[in-house]
């Protein structure tokens, strides 16, 4: 009961108040228990936040990339084929030689070196998409070759079109 009529007193008093009346002993050891509290629940947010993030980054880290499928595979073919097929243009109109023909078409296919892998990967399990891809890839050694020996032997004679057209009064393609 005496308990009860504490309990009733902190109610009806403010908690100053209540402190107030307290002895020193039984003081510290409320503020202890209130400090001790506090601590274990900022603890336990913080591993919390700790543990969830941890996890997230296990999960991503070492979760298996998801698999594609073949259309996927097929798709990235086509759009590797469509920017050969860019590259060599653009390397066509180049009338400055051949270093700056092929560097016109490399870097036309800058993208197409970083995304080699991830088109491997998606074609891994799709037998035609390997040996398509394959085939691709001497295509485009093929094109690029052509390119070097056609700007080596065309260069000249684009220079003396470009400088007939500027006679003429006509803009040429690559300005």
């Known amino acids: 009961m005496a308990a009860y009529l504490q309990l009733d007193l902190f109610d009806v008093q403010g908690a100053d ?15 202890r228990l209130g400090r001790r509290i506090g601590i274990a629940t900022f603890a336990s947010l913080m591993a919390l936040f700790v543990a969830v993030c941890s996890v997230q980054i296990l999960y991503q880290g070492f979760r298996s990339a998801k698999v594609e499928t073949q259309a996927s595979c ?14 060599r243009a653009g390397a066509a109109v180049e009338v400055q030689g051949e270093r700056a023909a092929m560097a016109r078409f490399r870097s036309a296919l800058s993208l197409e070196k970083t995304t080699q892998k991830s088109i491997e990967d998606k074609c891994r399990t799709d037998t035609w998409g390997r040996h398509a891809l394959e085939a691709v890839d001497e295509w485009r050694w093929a094109e690029e070759n052509a390119v070097r020996y056609e700007s080596v032997d065309l260069a ?20």
């Open 74 to 87: 097929r798709a990235a073919i086509h759009q590797l084929i469509a920017e050969i097929r860019n590259a």
């Open 17 to 31: 108040e209540y402190l107030a009346t307290m002895d020193a002993n039984r003081q510290q050891i409320v503020q």
């Open 156 to 175: 000249p004679s684009r220079r003396r079109i470009q400088a007939i057209e500027i006679q003429l009064g006509h803009q040429t393609p690559n300005q």
